[in-house]
């Protein structure tokens, strides 16, 4: 089966801690981004990699790490430095070949800041 | 002015009616558009790809005007498991999200 896999589902952290969200694909896409959604808003870019050992920030990067060490994995670290880590995360893919730049989807992690 | 701005709703419709959808954007070198469908707490999943000429799938027709930087979806004959947010996506290197239109669609 491809797709994307999100892992946890729910997180709960202290305050003060670093957490981080895992995201894996096996569709062989070469894009991978990270956003944040919270209740009635938008999509909003935390981080985006277009290549394996290469990412950059997206909109809201502050409080944010990430790596993309495996094409096939792109973990996004929540540190205590973001002041209000309480949302929706969804990774995504893209093929980004010739004019295919739509996006796919996991399931997304709830994190919750206690 | 956000760079992608959609009507939120809700718009409540009876099944087999017609709904339309639209969208705007900021950004005149936006190169791709989507629609893509988030069901509640759920990943948002593409519905479809945006055509200058527009273009059609089942039950749903979607229409971009570069002129006046809008696009539309129209949904014909809805069903219930129609409802759901329909978020408008626009883009070139990356993609904007719109924050969505919510949809019910009642019996």
């Known amino acids: 089966d491809g797709g994307i896999t999100q892992s946890p589902k729910y997180l709960f952290r202290k305050e003060g801690q670093n957490v981080t969200l895992s995201c894996e694909q096996n569709l062989n896409h070469d894009a991978m981004y990270w956003y944040r959604q919270d209740p009635g808003q938008g999509l909003r870019l935390i981080y985006y990699s277009q290549i394996v050992n290469d990412f950059q920030k997206g909109d809201i990067a502050e409080g944010y790490s990430v790596s993309r060490e495996k094409k096939e994995s792109f973990p996004l670290t929540v540190t205590s430095a973001q002041k209000n880590p309480t949302a929706f995360y969804l990774c995504a893919s893209s093929p980004r070949t010739g004019n295919r730049n739509e996006q796919f989807f996991g399931p997304g992690t709830r994190l919750t800041v206690l | ?107």
């Open chain 2, 1 to 107: 002015r956000k760079e992608v701005e959609q009507d939120p709703g809700p718009f409540n419709v009876p099944e087999g009616a017609t709904v339309a959808f639209n969208c705007t954007y900021s950004n005149s070198a936006s190169q791709s558009f989507f629609w893509y469908r988030q069901d509640c707490r759920k990943e948002p999943k593409l519905l479809m790809s945006v055509y200058s000429s527009g273009n059609e799938d089942g039950r749903f027709t979607a229409q971009l005007n570069r002129a006046s930087q809008y696009i539309s979806l129209l949904i014909r004959d809805s069903k219930l498991s129609d409802s759901a947010t329909y978020l408008c996506v626009v883009g070139g290197n990356k993609l904007v999200f719109g924050a969505g239109t919510i949809l019910r669609v009642k019996s």
